[in-house]
């Protein structure tokens, strides 16, 4: 639970549509940010620009009025009094004038020497009109402009007379300020705005994503038919339109293959059938030729007695195949009964022969709702596996560990299989030369063979020399909704279970056989 929470917070925090709205919302704040940090530039320039340009244009003026009834060189009573003159034409802004030695302060309590730099006296003193600086005084701004008095002789002749004019701009700064909060609090709107443009955009491009997306997890899980609408020209109806091509050549192959391998189950299944009748013919005349076999030379009652094993043996290929394809075309159905296991594993081994050859573990009173049939073909083909490739002792353990299965181990103590024979035991007309290689023949003695080239032993038994016995075995256990595995045993041999559902007799369904 904890796993699969952390992988939808993952999806959550790296999907799509987060990251969209993610983008959208930085790319609205920087946009936002850098227009303001603009607008907020522009307006402070053209505020202190038409500031200082008007400073500077009133005090020419006013210098201009005053200073034509101005005496040179003046006392300090007339600069004082041309001081006062100027500052109340310019707004009562301080005004500050010197001559040589003298100083005139407009507003005798002001301090300015903290105010006007050593700079921008320096840069009056040279005479080349109107200079200005700002400044910080005491945190607040200030505007300073100073400009040289000339004589009004037209060949501009400095006076020695300066001027300089204090002007406060902490209004301008305010202004400022204010603009810059009005546009930092519009950002927030329009943050909110690209976040549901953001999500608005996310919903038409995810769309189509989730809904091609649930259209590959249809296809994935067999629903060849799963298409997506193609609407539009863009990139996503691309997608789409190659999708739905790909889903028609995935069907298309499909169905050609489900043709073919149609037509190779008929085409086994024919061709077992054709060959029943002359097999039977076949079968009775080799057994015809096995009867008289004593009577024959050597040489012709080996090749008879031959003709008869093959022969035999070709009918019980037959027979296989036959029942392997009743499996793969879905036609085998189960004639479930209340059925004793134990009796039935009795009933098998001793049909075949086998009681005095395998221990049992067969507990009673284990019932279960099964095909009797199918039941013995499993046991005859896992038990003569156990007796022709492994080696003694071979057991059938039966038991019922509670729950709703039940189980059938058969074990043998020969040489085991290998990993890559365990994984490929069951598959059809599999052969592991390397893999317990002890065999039996027929006739009861020890001899060469080869896993899977015998299922079972014996009469009506599926599977015997045919190399499909595993294979019936396994499809009849998953016919009754059980499973065959195999594994090795720690003190070595092989040693296959089957697992069964363990249906109580009033669960029992009627079956058609």
Not at 119 to 147: I, N
Not at 205 to 231: N, W
Not at 302 to 313: P, S
Request: charged share 25%; glycine share 10%; proline share 4%.
């Amino acid at each position: 639970m904890r796993r699969s929470l952390g992988r939808g917070s993952r999806r959550l925090v790296g999907g799509l549509r987060v990251r969209l709205v993610v983008t959208f919302v930085l790319v609205a704040l920087a946009s936002a940010v850098t227009a303001t940090a603009l607008a907020y530039r522009d307006a402070r320039t053209a505020v202190l620009q038409r500031t200082q340009n008007t400073a500077v244009n009133d005090l020419r003026e006013r210098v201009a009025v005053v200073g034509a009834g101005l005496d040179l060189p003046p006392d300090q009573r007339s600069l004082s009094r041309f001081a006062a003159k100027v500052s109340e034409g310019l707004g009562a802004r301080i005004v500050v004038a010197r001559h040589q030695d003298l100083t005139a302060v407009s507003d005798a309590y002001a301090d300015t020497e903290g105010r006007i730099t050593a700079e921008l006296r320096a840069a009056v003193r040279s005479g080349d009109g109107a200079r200005f600086q700002r400044v910080q005084w005491r945190g607040d701004p200030y505007l300073v402009v100073g400009t040289p008095v000339t004589y009004a002789d037209g060949d501009r002749r400095t006076s020695g007379l300066e001027v300089f004019v204090i002007t406060d701009l902490r209004a301008e700064r305010d202004d400022t300020a204010a603009l810059l909060d009005s546009v930092r609090t519009g950002t927030v709107p329009v943050v909110v705005l690209a976040a549901l443009l953001a999500l608005l955009a996310a919903g038409t491009v995810l769309r189509p994503v989730r809904k091609l997306g649930r259209a590959t997890r249809e296809l994935a899980a067999g629903d060849l038919g799963s298409r997506v609408a193609v609407r539009g020209h863009d990139e996503l109806a691309e997608l789409a339109r190659t999708f739905n091509e790909t889903a028609d050549a995935l069907q298309a192959s499909d169905a050609e293959l489900r043709a073919q391998e149609a037509k190779a189950r008929r085409f086994v299944a024919d061709v077992s059938h054709e060959l029943r009748t002359p097999l039977a013919a076949m079968t009775m005349v080799a057994t015809v030729l096995e009867e008289d076999a004593d009577q024959l030379p050597p040489d012709a009652a080996h090749a008879a007695r031959t003709v008869g094993a093959e022969t035999a043996r070709l009918s019980r290929l037959v027979d296989d195949l036959m029942e392997i394809s009743r499996f793969d075309a879905g036609a085998v159905r189960l004639n479930a009964t209340v059925t004793d296991l134990a009796d039935t594993v009795r009933a098998s081994l001793a049909l075949r022969g086998w009681t005095d050859r395998v221990t049992v573990e067969l507990p009673e009173g284990v019932r279960a709702v099964v095909d009797r049939r199918r039941i013995d073909v499993i046991v005859a083909n896992l038990v003569g596996n156990a007796l022709r490739h492994g080696a003694p002792p071979v057991t059938v353990t039966l038991a019922a560990p509670g729950g709703d299965r039940v189980t059938l181990e058969v074990a043998d103590r020969g040489p085991g299989l290998p990993p890559e024979a365990r994984e490929r035991v069951f598959d059809r007309f599999y052969k592991a030369d390397a893999a317990r290689t002890r065999s039996a023949p027929e006739g009861g003695g020890r001899g060469g063979g080869r896993l899977g080239e015998d299922g079972s032993f014996g009469p009506d038994g599926f599977g015997q020399g045919s190399g499909l016995g595993m294979a019936i075995a396994l499809e009849n256990a998953r016919l009754h909704g059980g499973a065959i595995e195999v594994a090795e045993r720690p003190e070595g041999g092989a040693v296959f279970t089957l697992r069964l559902p363990l249906r109580h007799p009033e669960e029992e369904e009627e079956g058609d056989g």
